[in-house]
């Protein structure tokens, strides 16, 4: 069953991202079938407020399912400098932004792959940005986080 999931929202003074890590956080998250537009849109405070609730999304989620299922090991490497940002942003981030996380959590912060692949389904507002780079609402999105019962279970951190 799915739920409808609202990100979070951030004033501008609580936007961490740069934007080149805005970039870095967005390809992080989306397929790489659509890093050529992400490196061709315009940076705005919206889409650096739209990676950022991504971001915080992944890690409280990730940290909700917990780290206990299945073996973890990295198969690809994930978008260069992604993971340095994540680590950064572990330590910056304000840990009232997250429902799940704890502070020791956030120093080494990480993020299940397939988080990842359900936070891909908010790729629709990411089309919205490049076609006229502001929204009218905050981006929402039906995500029913599942754990994979077979295969590899990738965690990046």
Same mark, same amino acid.
């Given at each position: 069953?799915?739920?409808?999931?609202?990100?979070?929202?951030?004033? /501008?003074? !609580? /936007?961490? *991202?740069?934007? !080149?890590?805005?970039?870095?956080?967005?390809? *992080?998250? *989306? @397929?790489?079938? =659509? =890093?050529?537009?992400?490196d061709s849109m315009p940076m705005s405070d919206s889409l650096r407020e739209f990676a950022q609730a991504l971001l915080v999304e992944a890690i409280d989620a990730s940290h909700a399912i917990g780290y206990v299922h299945g073996l973890f090991r990295s198969v690809k490497n994930p978008v260069k400098g992604a993971l340095t940002i994540l680590k950064t942003f572990g330590k910056e981030a304000n840990q009232n932004w997250f429902k799940y996380a704890s502070v020791s959590d956030l120093q080494n912060a990480q993020v299940y792959d397939f988080?990842?692949?359900?936070?891909?389904?908010?790729? *629709?507002?990411?089309?919205?940005?490049? @076609?006229?780079?502001?929204?009218?609402?905050?981006?929402?999105a039906f995500l029913a986080y599942e754990v994979p019962t077979r295969g590899i279970v990738i965690r990046w951190g």
């Amino acid at each position: 069953m799915s739920t409808y999931k609202k990100l979070r929202t951030f004033d /501008l003074d !609580e /936007l961490l *991202f740069d934007e !080149e890590e805005t970039r870095t956080v967005l390809k *992080f998250i *989306f @397929a790489e079938t =659509h =890093h050529k537009d992400i490196d061709s849109m315009p940076m705005s405070d919206s889409l650096r407020e739209f990676a950022q609730a991504l971001l915080v999304e992944a890690i409280d989620a990730s940290h909700a399912i917990g780290y206990v299922h299945g073996l973890f090991r990295s198969v690809k490497n994930p978008v260069k400098g992604a993971l340095t940002i994540l680590k950064t942003f572990g330590k910056e981030a304000n840990q009232n932004w997250f429902k799940y996380a704890s502070v020791s959590d956030l120093q080494n912060a990480q993020v299940y792959d397939f988080v990842l692949d359900f936070l891909g389904k908010f790729v *629709f507002r990411l089309q919205d940005y490049i @076609a006229k780079n502001e929204l009218d609402e905050k981006p929402g999105a039906f995500l029913a986080y599942e754990v994979p019962t077979r295969g590899i279970v990738i965690r990046w951190g």
